[in-house]
């Protein structure tokens, strides 16, 4: 990241828990939480690459993240890593639910089958990581949950409906969890990116066409990286957004 962006004191020795970590945003988020100082943990199905993002971090010198293969669409797995996870570094002070896909789709072809299989990759993680942290948090009288949406809802685009349904019920989850949650000190916010240029973005659906939909729709010129999410992300899990809970933040270089 960027030398001249904020340092968060507050989260030097912070325990974060983040899912999809191993690429894309979640491999900024990693880099960014760590280079603040915190030990991070994630899981993703991308094996190698989380590996060498752990070495590349190591050889930083800042803390090296403890990286577990997970599919998290096996709830009972995601659930014993964590809670080993927990043990291993201690009770999460964040978790960070980024893991998603936005497999293209259109509405006729959609099957029983394959709505499910995406409602288990998009929506039913973050759930149940959320519970997962909860008696972690309680016991440390306060955490940070950040769960991230899509501006595909707001912005009403096609070709992948049941994507654009689970990111709009992250607004519900994140809305349905704060007071609970709120209770015991614990925070819970959405962050919903705009047109991120991930690599994966960029191998697949960025070409000339997109270029120009980029430049007619977002209020700023420039490129939406994923550093910039993984910035607001950081706001939100330090203490500097402390009384901030159950709202949404777009990161879209205004295109909502």
């Known amino acids: 990241m960027n030398n001249q962006l904020a340092k968060f004191s507050s989260l030097q020795g912070k325990r974060v828990f983040i899912t999809g970590g191993g690429t894309g945003i979640g491999e900024e988020m990693v880099t960014a939480f760590a280079a603040q100082g915190a030990q991070v943990a994630f899981v993703d199905i991308a094996q190698e690459v989380s590996i060498a993002l752990c070495e590349r971090v190591a050889a930083t010198g800042h803390p090296t993240p403890k990286f577990r293969y997970c599919d998290i669409t096996d709830i009972p797995a995601l659930q014993k890593v964590m809670a080993e996870l927990a043990i291993e570094i201690g009770d999460f ?15 006729e072809n959609v099957t029983l089958e394959y709505w ?133 933040f777009i990161v879209d270089a205004g295109w909502v």
């Open 93 to 107: 002070d964040v978790l960070v639910n980024n893991a998603a896909n936005d497999q293209r789709h259109e509405t």
């Open 116 to 248: 499910n299989q995406r409602i288990a990759i998009n929506q039913r993680p973050m759930f149940f990581t959320c519970q997962a942290v909860l008696p972690g948090m309680k016991r440390k009288g306060g955490g940070s949950i950040i769960n991230v949406s899509s501006i595909s809802w707001h912005v009403k685009s096609a070709g992948y409906p049941v994507y654009a349904t689970s990111k709009a019920a992250v607004v519900g989850l994140t809305r349905g969890l704060a007071r609970e949650f709120g209770t015991h000190g614990i925070r819970v916010n959405t962050v919903t990116p705009g047109w991120v240029m991930t690599q994966r973005q960029i191998d697949l659906w960025v070409d000339d066409a997109a270029e120009i939909e980029i430049k007619k729709s977002q209020c700023l010129p420039t490129k939406l990286m994923p550093q910039h999410i993984a910035s607001m992300v950081l706001f939100l899990a330090a203490d500097d957004g402390a009384m901030c809970t159950a709202q949404e």
